[in-house]
């Protein structure tokens, strides 16, 4: 069945260092990968999407591309902020709208 | 996009009883998802609920334990029955964008549950 696997946190980096959060799946198909972001007390927000291999998504300095090779969806950002302290969620859309998640991923960053 | 809110944001409740959470949408969706996040967990889905139609379970989930209505296009509700320490968790509901080829989905802020 389909599947995401994602890095294990919790993380911790020092503000303004690069980030890398490890995402693999396994899916029949074509799946639609997301990046999911949930702030302290909030639900969750769509951070990035790809919706074929090779694309690209990004949002707020945050990037994702889509490897079909190596199924792989890892979330990289270049400088991260203290506003960047979340839980990230890998996810996958393949058929029946049923959306598969991963773990989530804490990261925290210190000033 | 839609936007989703949800009702109570939060409760504390005595083991026994019922809580039914609301899910309130800004437009019409056929598809609504209600989902599960035990702490320090990932989020698992409860039920699919469509329009006109009983609410389709995954498999873990009954309907007697999370009745769910959903009366229209643009609400739905979610009760947890004879709760237990073990239903304290997030729930949230999302919507499916139907407009958009890979039918992405919106999530609602989710309603925090404690049981005592």
């Known amino acids: 069945g389909n599947s995401v696997t994602q890095m294990e946190g919790p993380v911790t980096l020092s503000e303004e260092a690069f980030l890398t959060i490890n995402c693999t799946y396994t899916?029949?198909?074509?799946?639609?990968l997301f990046w999911y972001v949930q702030y302290p007390g909030e639900g969750l927000q769509l951070l990035l999407k790809a919706t074929k291999a090779d694309d690209k998504g990004s949002n707020k300095g945050f990037e994702a591309t889509y490897r079909k090779e190596t199924t792989s969806f890892h979330l990289e950002k270049g400088s991260v902020q203290v506003s960047d302290s979340a839980v990230y969620f890998c996810a996958l859309i393949s058929s029946a709208s049923k959306i598969i998640f991963g773990s989530g991923t804490r990261l925290s960053i210190r000033p | 996009s839609a936007v989703i809110s949800q009702k109570p944001s939060r409760d504390i409740c005595q083991r026994g009883t019922s809580l039914t959470i609301q899910c309130q949408v800004d437009?019409?969706?056929?598809?609504m998802f209600w989902y599960r996040q035990q702490p320090g967990q990932s989020l698992t889905l409860i039920a699919t609920a469509n329009q006109g139609s009983e609410a389709t379970y995954e498999s873990g989930f009954v309907i007697d334990k999370f009745p769910i209505s959903r009366p229209n296009l643009t609400f739905s509700t979610l009760t947890v029955s004879n709760m237990s320490p073990e239903d304290s968790s997030i729930y949230l509901c999302s919507v499916e964008d139907s407009g958009v080829s890979y039918n992405e989905q919106f999530f609602g802020p989710g309603t925090r549950l404690t049981v005592l």
């Open positions: 899916a029949t198909g074509y799946p639609s």
């Open positions: 437009s019409q969706v056929t598809m």
